[in-house]
């Protein structure tokens, strides 16, 4: 198992559910590393089913957007499923400017997320 240094990770039946551990996702070295983390929850840990939990991120870039969409292609290609939850409101209002609420799965909650699966 790898060590995650901007994820905290931890297994509820079936799914991973992940946090991440920077309030403000901004820095792009950071979101590199963010990005490599969560693409090695699929390619190396061979986890299929992700819920991404935003309680307490204040702040996401478009180039964390970016990560996402990737690891969206990724985890569907492994014939996993990828979910989102706990969005603060101006975070949520950007996935719906840019359409991304249509690819993504997004939950109220933690609990109510996990029934997607």
Same mark, same amino acid.
């Given at each position: 198992?790898? +060590?995650?240094?901007?994820?905290?990770? +931890?297994?509820?039946?079936?799914? +991973?559910?992940?946090?991440?551990?920077?309030?403000?996702?901004?820095?792009?070295? /950071?979101?590199?590393?963010?990005?490599?983390?969560? &693409?090695?929850?699929?390619?190396?840990?061979?986890?299929?089913?992700?819920?991404? /939990? &935003?309680?307490?991120?204040? &702040?996401?870039?478009? @180039? @964390?957007?970016?990560?996402?969409?990737?690891?969206?292609?990724?985890?569907?290609? /492994?014939?996993?499923?990828?979910?989102?939850?706990?969005?603060?409101?101006?975070?949520?209002?950007?996935? @719906?400017?840019?359409?991304?609420?249509?690819? &993504?799965?997004?939950?109220? +909650?933690?609990?109510?997320?996990?029934?997607?699966?």
């Amino acid at each position: 198992m790898a +060590s995650h240094h901007r994820l905290d990770v +931890s297994e509820v039946g079936e799914v +991973s559910v992940v946090r991440f551990v920077d309030r403000r996702i901004l820095d792009a070295s /950071n979101i590199e590393e963010l990005g490599d983390e969560l &693409f090695g929850l699929v390619e190396n840990d061979g986890k299929k089913n992700l819920l991404l /939990n &935003f309680t307490g991120v204040e &702040f996401l870039s478009s @180039a @964390a957007l970016n990560k996402l969409i990737i690891l969206d292609k990724k985890v569907k290609s /492994n014939g996993g499923k990828l979910a989102l939850c706990d969005l603060r409101q101006e975070i949520n209002e950007v996935f @719906a400017i840019t359409r991304l609420d249509q690819l &993504f799965t997004i939950s109220d +909650s933690e609990q109510s997320a996990l029934t997607e699966f």
